[in-house]
Structure formats: C-alpha cells, structure tokens
C-alpha cells in the first residue's frame, strides 16, 4: 500500500488558512496544520478529526517569525513519515498607517513571515515534493501585488515578491511533478482589522469581499485546472482591469486617499 500524503497549511487556525484546512478535509485530504501555538490551533485540528475519523491530523504550534522555523517543520515531517503533496504558504501579517508609525522591528517581523518563511518551506520541501508523481504549492499573495499601496507600502511589496517569485519559480520547474498556484484575493472577512476595513473602504471591497471558503475553494478548483494565478471574484477582475489603464500617478493618488484613511 502507498504511504498516505498530506497537505501543509501554515496559518490553519484562523481565516483562509482554516478554511484550506477545512475545505481540503472536506475533498479527503490528511492536514498539517501549522500556526501559532495558541488553543484555536489545536480547536480547529479537534474539530477536524472528530468531523472525519479517516483521515489524518496532526498540528504545530510555531512562529513563522522566527528564523529557523522552516527547518523545524521540515524536522517535525521527517520524524513523523509526514509526506506533503500539497504545500499552502497562508501564513502572513497585514497592516496600514504611516510608515514611520512603526518601529523596524515589526517590519522585520512582517517581512519574515511574509517572504523569508515562504521561500523557507518552498525551498525545504521541493525535493520531497519533486520525488511524486504530482504535488502543489498554494502560495498566498493578495490583490495588493499589483499595486504600490502608499501606508501599506512593505504589505504590498510583500505581496509583489510573493507574486513574482512564485511565477518564475513555476516556469522554472515545468517539466517537473510539482505546479505552484498564487492566490491573490482581494477583501476576505477573516479578522476584526479586516472587517473594520471592509466597512471603511466601503461598496467596492464590500463588492469584492468573498468568504473564506469561498476563496479556498475557488482556489482549490483552479489549483486542479493549473491556472497560475488566482483572484476570486468577478469584481476584483474587473477592477485589476481597469487599473491597468488608470494612469500610474492617478492610481497612486486613489490609494494614497483610500488607505490613509484606513490607516492604524
Ligand atoms: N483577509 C484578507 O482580506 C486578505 C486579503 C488578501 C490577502 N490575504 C492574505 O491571506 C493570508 C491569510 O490572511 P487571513 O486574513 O486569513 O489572516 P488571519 O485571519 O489573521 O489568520 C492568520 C493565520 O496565520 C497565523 N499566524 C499569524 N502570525 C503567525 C506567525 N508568526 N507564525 C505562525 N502563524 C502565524 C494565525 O495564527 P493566530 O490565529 O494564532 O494568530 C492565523 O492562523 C495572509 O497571507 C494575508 O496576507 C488576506
């Protein structure tokens, strides 16, 4: 009989992360779920196990933040037999206001988690991957690649290098057993700082918002299809359209107004 595999998500404790975790149980998967070491972790893993006894769970409470942490779960996986055909890099921080309100530190912090531990699992677990006959990697940018985002400059940049990493990281594996897929949602009630900005940046990310599931599963769909880069929601495609002939300078003007505004 074949080894059974299992799929990875970083940050399954909450928001899109948990519903990754919950939408691939659903589809029959075993799940990893990796996040900080906080009781929602080991809730969301107790519910799944209870909800299908078949299948396999199994957490990690850890900091992504912290440097060696990639090593440390690639270590856990190896110690337990865990192989992973499907890799979700979710974990990741947002915020807005003005750049210089926050000290280096959670930039530091932020651009760890947000890249350094993303390439970090990627890199760790391509050879494991590679080694089968087909695997994945899900990772997860946000609307914010496309735009230079004024008080949200690192999120964005972030996002950006997640975008372009993942593209040229897919090109250069073709031929290969492993596809990696970038999620770039737009506004997904998931945290109050979400949802509060929801409010704020009113009818239109009301008109882009999708539910966490619906982004997981959408994702998951397109995933199967081997599309490249993935934005749920019929609104935030047709706003990435028109901001490709909004003038640069006007673009940035509009987000500069919209994101003051929202910034903390
Ligand atoms: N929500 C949106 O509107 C939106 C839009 C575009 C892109 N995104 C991206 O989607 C991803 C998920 O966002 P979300 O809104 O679902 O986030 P969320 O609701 O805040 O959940 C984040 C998850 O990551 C975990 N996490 C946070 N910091 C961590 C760390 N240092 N080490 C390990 N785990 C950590 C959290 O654990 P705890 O719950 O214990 O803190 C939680 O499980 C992020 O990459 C985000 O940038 C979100």
Redesign the pocket.
């Known amino acids: 009989m074949s080894k059974p595999t299992y799929t990875l998500v970083?940050?399954?404790?909450?928001?899109?992360?948990?519903?990754f975790a919950e939408e691939c149980a659903e589809r029959g998967d075993n799940v990893l779920l990796?996040?900080?070491?906080?009781p929602?972790?080991e809730e969301v893993t107790n519910q799944l196990s209870s909800q299908y006894p078949e299948q396999s769970f199994h957490l990690l409470g850890?900091?992504?933040?912290?440097q060696g942490?990639p090593q440390q779960i690639l270590k856990w996986c190896n110690d337990n037999g865990f192989t992973v055909n499907l890799l979700i890099n979710?974990?990741?921080?947002?915020n807005s206001g003005p750049f210089v309100s926050r000290p280096a530190e959670f930039y530091q912090?932020q651009m760890q988690?947000?890249m350094v531990?993303l390439v970090g699992l990627t890199h760790l677990f391509l050879p494991m991957m590679m080694a089968q006959e087909k695997a994945n990697i899900i990772n997860?940018?946000?609307?914010?690649a496309f735009y230079d985002i004024p008080f949200k400059g690192i999120?964005s940049a972030s996002?950006k290098f997640v975008l372009s990493f993942s593209r040229s990281l897919n090109k250069e594996l073709e031929g290969s057993s492993v596809k990696i897929t970038v999620?770039?949602?737009?506004?997904?009630?998931?945290?109050p700082?979400?949802m509060q900005?929801?409010k704020e940046l009113g009818l239109m990310a009301r008109l882009s918002s999708r539910t966490?599931k619906q982004v997981a599963s959408y994702t998951l769909d397109k995933m199967l299809q081997g599309k490249q880069v993935v934005i749920p929601g019929f609104f935030p495609r047709l706003y990435k359209r028109i901001g490709t002939v909004v003038p640069y300078r006007t673009r940035l003007n509009i987000l500069a107004k919209q994101f003051v505004k929202n910034s903390k």
Not at 10 to 17: L, V
Not at 62 to 66: F, K, P, Q, T
Not at 90 to 94: F, P, Q, V
Request: with cysteine; aromatic share 2%.
């Open positions: 970083t940050g399954a404790s909450n928001g899109i992360g948990r519903a990796v996040a900080l070491p906080e929602k972790l850890i900091n992504l933040m912290d942490a979710n974990a990741g921080l947002g912090g988690l947000n531990s997860v940018a946000s609307m914010a999120y996002k999620l770039c949602p737009a506004s997904v009630p998931t945290n700082d979400v900005r929801e966490p």
